[in-house]
């Protein structure tokens, strides 16, 4: 076993890192997979979501805390590869940390979580330029393994405002953009409070937007299903 790395990361904070890394590292655990989330946000919000969970309904992924070792967290996840199928590296909102950068170096896949308003539209670019850098230097080091990299549209709500920065997003990158998008929704702060992901409150439009953005992550990355579970 040798596990994929997802790099979670943006310029911007506010556009759901965290959410993003615990509802997909949650929801690929309750699918049989082994995930491990490194939580490298200073605040330690994906630690302290975990530690909400209720003794009887532990979170469905392993989840710690490495912010304080900064770029040398590196060491850490390596001592995880052969023991998890998926490491999620939840970074902290600012390119300037070397977190990101580090990270990218070692990710099968970078994700992007943007809010379609335009200051994440601004600050997409940033992200962006950091992956095609990240490249570049892999492609120098002789690193195997591709990296690849996609936007997942988050928080998306209706409206000509979303509309008109959806277009310029569009019109701006050259990543993909997932399929699947999270919508603004109650279930994602309530799933946070009671330390579990939105699928614990039962079949919705959450989990399902979720539960999409997974099986295209996974397609992305080439990871199967065990085959006792499923995504029914």
């Not at 469905?60 to 900064?70: E, G, N, Q, R």
């Not at 390596?78 to 580090?102: G, R, Y």
């Not at 962006?128 to 998306?156: C, F, P, Q």
């Amino acid at each position: 076993m040798t596990a994929k790395v997802i790099t979670v990361f943006n310029q911007k904070g506010g556009c759901a890192k965290t959410m993003t890394s615990m509802q997909l590292s949650g929801t690929l655990g309750l699918w049989g997979l082994k995930v491990y989330v490194v939580d490298m946000d200073p605040q330690n919000t994906a630690a302290l979501w975990a530690l909400q969970a209720q003794q009887d309904s532990e979170f469905p992924a392993t989840v710690h805390s490495y912010a304080p070792l900064k770029a040398a967290f590196l060491n850490k996840v390596e001592t995880l590869m052969d023991k998890f199928d998926v490491i999620i590296i939840d970074c902290p909102p600012a390119i300037e940390s070397p977190v990101p950068w580090t990270s990218l170096l070692i990710a099968d896949l970078a994700l992007i979580p943007v809010v379609p308003v335009m200051d994440n539209v601004w600050a997409s670019k940033v992200a962006e330029d950091l992956v095609i850098k990240a490249r570049e230097e892999r492609a120098a080091n002789g690193v195997g393994g591709e990296l690849k990299a996609a936007y997942l549209l988050s928080m998306v709500r209706k409206g000509k405002v979303f509309d008109v920065c959806l277009d310029a997003l569009k019109q701006g990158i050259h990543l993909p953009i997932l399929s699947a998008r999270i919508g603004m929704r109650n279930a994602f702060p309530e799933s946070q409070l009671f330390g579990c992901v939105v699928s614990a409150f039962g079949k919705s439009t959450a989990s399902g937007e979720v539960e999409s953005a997974a099986r295209e992550i996974l397609k992305l990355l080439d990871i199967k299903l065990p085959k006792k579970q499923g995504t029914k």
